[in-house]
Each structure stands twice: as structure tokens, then as C-alpha cells.
């Protein structure tokens, strides 16, 4: 039996991963284990990463993941905050690759802000652990005693080979979609752009059926809200996916619609929506579980080669939608908010 590790994290996590278990359970049979992380971490073990939680995520087959950080912790040192804990678990399980799906669902095109009639598929794949969420950084202090003088530094720097293997994961993606790749840099300014360029246009050449164009950060973010239609497969790093994938999910209604899927060179991957925590909402049974049920239909579709049951969930849920069924962030004016707990029966009820 295939065994999921669970790290529920901070806030809503806990709750929206409830939800994505009652849906795994109803299509499948799985062995469940749960480990502390973030700031939960922080509180019962006194660090956001403990190794309890690193070898519980080696020894499974998969992690499922809810969210981590809250303002609980906001004033915690750099190197201590729950994201740490986050960050720590990708470097560790080395899953330098970060798919986000981002689709207009016909049924939500009232909940999407642009004036635009078209559709939109997207996939943002993320390199996710390098650049400068990664880099070197740290504080200088003033030579000369001025505390204005004092500095802070982060390092945006990518390898080859760090290149080289996102570039592929996105050719591959995009051979089997529409065949077109936008590679998102800020090339005209940094150094490390013009060396993720370089290589992308190289590794392009291995895949001629696929068409490959360069486009910068700024106009991409434009771009995005502009014709969000024109994008197919968007290849960026740690940092230009971070920010693009949170634009991308209000153009889909609401950040609490994104799955992700983070994948290395083994089939254990890390699944999580690609929302916070929203502690604002936290234990008040009203977050939006979609994100994180899709997410686990992606550890389905590429950790567990299930993509029957992976089809099946992602048909749920858009039944549910097309049925008019609505958590809040979703839901028009006027029209009914269901709970976490409700919208998941409502999922349930339409898994085949
Ligand atoms: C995300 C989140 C994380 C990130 C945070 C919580 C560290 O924003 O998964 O997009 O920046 O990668
Ligand atoms: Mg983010």
C-alpha cells in the first residue's frame, strides 16, 4: 500500500488536508502518517523542520502537504521563520521542479477579474530549489559603525545543470500540450538571466516539434492579464514562479483553485495548494479545499501512476462547479457558501 505522508502545517492546512484525505480515501487505499512542520513545528518540536518530519517524508512514497507560517511566528529570525521548514523540505527531497496548473474553469468565468472572453490553460513550472531562494545572503554591518550603512544581501544564482533540467521538464510538459514553451527571465538586467536564456535556447534545439520563445519578467506579468490565452507552458525560476503563480491563480477566480505538484528525479513528489496559510480564515471551517484536492489528484496522476483516479477527482470538481457549488472566495454575490466540509461532500458525491 502506497504510503502518504501528511504535513498539515499552520492555519487552514490542517483542515484542507482533511478534505484532500477523505477524497484520496474514496479512490484509492492508502497508508497515512502525519509530521509537524512550520510554525506547528516551531511550537511542538522547537524547529520548522524536524527530522522526525525529513525521515517520515524519505520513507514515504509521497507528501501531502497543507501550508505553513502565520503571524505567530512573523517576528521569529530569518532562519527560523516556518517557511524555513518549507524551504528546507524541497531542498532535501531535491524536487527542483514546481508544476502549477492554472485553468479557467468555464464555471467560474463570473469569479475571473479580466474583461476577457477567452479561455486559458497554463502551466507555470517553477525551478524551486535554487536561485535566491537558495543563494547566499546575510547582513553586513556598516565599516563604520552607521547603522544606515548596514546591508542585506540575497543571491540570485543558477547553474547549467539547474537550468538544464527545468528546461527539459518544460519541453516535455509542453510535447504534450499545445507545444509551446515561454521562458520568463529578466534578461536585459541580470546575469543570471542571460545564463538561464542561453541554455533554455540550447536545450530548445532537443525539441524541434516544440516552439520556444524568451519573454521578461515585466511584460510576462502584463502579459498575463493583457491575453492570458497566449500562454501554454511557462518555464521561470524560484522566485519569477512564486510571484507569476499567484497572478496566474486570480485569473482562474481565486488562489484557493491552484494545485501544485513538486517533483526531483524520483516519483516522490510534494503536493500542495499554492496558497498560505490564511490565518484569517483558520479553524473556521470555511477554506476553499479545492486547491489542495487537486493536489492530490496530481500525487495520483505522478507519483502513483493512478490517472484513472486522478481524471476521476478533477471530473468531481468540476462537477461540483458546473452544479453552481461554491466556497466563499468562490461564490458570486448572493450566492451560497458552503464549508470545507461541505463542498468536499459535494466532491465525494460526484467521484464515480
Ligand atoms: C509558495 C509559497 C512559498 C514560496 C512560501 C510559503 C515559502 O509562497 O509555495 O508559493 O515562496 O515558495
Ligand atoms: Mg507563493
Given at each position: 500500500m502506497?504510503?502518504?505522508?501528511l504535513?498539515?502545517?499552520?492555519g487552514?492546512?490542517?483542515?484542507i ?17 502525519s ?16 527530522d ?12 501531502l502537504l497543507?501550508a ?13 521563520r516556518?517557511?524555513v ?7 532535501a ?16 468565468r ?14 507555470i513550472?517553477?525551478?524551486l ?6 543563494g ?8 563604520t ?20 533540467r ?11 500540450r ?8 529578466k534578461a ?5 538571466s ?19 520563445t524568451?519573454?521578461l ?11 492570458p490565452g497566449?500562454?501554454?507552458?511557462m ?7 512564486d510571484?507569476?503563480?499567484d ?20 516519483k516522490?513528489g510534494?503536493?500542495?495548494?499554492i496558497?498560505g ?14 486547491a489542495?484536492i487537486l493536489?492530490?489528484a ?9 490517472e484513472?483516479?486522478?481524471a476521476a477527482?478533477?471530473?468531481a ?8 457549488l ?13 464549508g ?7 466532491i ?5
Amino acid at each position: 500500500m502506497k504510503k502518504i505522508a501528511l504535513l498539515p502545517g499552520d492555519g487552514i492546512g490542517p483542515e484542507i488536508t482533511a478534505a484532500a484525505v477523505r477524497v484520496l480515501d474514496a479512490v484509492g487505499k492508502f497508508e497515512y502518517e502525519s509530521y509537524l512542520i512550520g510554525g506547528a513545528a516551531i511550537d511542538g518540536a522547537g524547529n520548522p523542520f524536524p527530522d522526525a518530519t525529513l525521515q517520515g517524508c524519505l520513507a514515504a512514497d509521497s507528501v501531502l502537504l497543507g501550508a505553513v507560517g502565520g503571524p505567530k511566528w512573523d517576528t521569529l529570525p530569518g532562519n527560523q521563520r516556518p517557511e524555513v521548514g518549507l524551504l528546507a523540505l524541497r531542498g532535501a527531497l531535491e524536487l527542483y521542479s514546481n508544476l502549477r496548473p492554472a485553468k479557467l474553469y468555464p464555471a467560474l468565468r463570473d469569479a475571473c477579474p479580466l474583461k476577457y472572453d477567452g479561455e486559458f490553460d497554463i502551466l507555470i513550472v517553477r525551478e524551486l530549489t535554487g536561485g535566491i531562494y537558495f543563494g547566499d545572503r546575510g547582513r553586513t554591518p556598516s565599516p563604520t559603525g552607521d547603522t544606515k550603512d548596514d546591508s542585506a544581501y540575497d543571491t540570485e544564482r543558477y547553474s547549467v545543470r539547474e537550468v538544464e533540467r527545468i528546461a527539459r521538464v518544460a519541453f516535455e510538459a509542453a510535447q504534450k500540450r499545445s507545444g509551446r514553451v515561454i521562458s520568463v527571465d529578466k534578461a536585459n538586467v541580470l546575469e543570471s538571466s542571460r545564463l538561464w536564456r542561453e541554455v533554455i535556447r540550447t536545450v530548445a534545439k532537443e525539441y524541434p516539434s516544440v516552439e520556444c520563445t524568451d519573454m521578461l519578467v515585466d511584460n510576462a506579468a502584463m502579459q498575463l492579464i493583457r491575453n492570458p490565452g497566449q500562454f501554454d507552458v511557462m518555464v521561470t525560476s524560484n522566485m519569477f514562479g512564486d510571484i507569476l503563480s499567484d497572478e496566474a491563480s486570480q485569473l482562474t477566480g481565486s488562489i484557493g483553485m491552484l494545485p501544485s505538484a513538486s517533483l526531483g528525479a524520483t516519483k516522490r513528489g510534494l503536493y500542495e495548494p499554492i496558497h498560505g496559510s490564511a490565518p484569517d480564515i483558520a479553524g473556521q471551517g470555511i477554506a476553499n479545499p479545492i486547491a489542495t484536492i487537486l493536489s492530490a489528484a496530481m500525487m495520483l496522476r505522478y507519483s502513483f501512476d493512478m490517472e484513472a483516479e486522478a481524471a476521476a477527482i478533477e471530473a468531481a470538481v468540476d462537477a461540483t462547479l458546473n452544479a453552481g457549488l461554491r466556497t466563499g472566495d468562490i461564490a458570486a454575490p448572493g450566492q451560497a457558501k458552503l464549508g470545507t466540509v461541505a463542498i468536499t461532500d459535494e466532491i465525494l458525491r460526484r467521484i464515480g
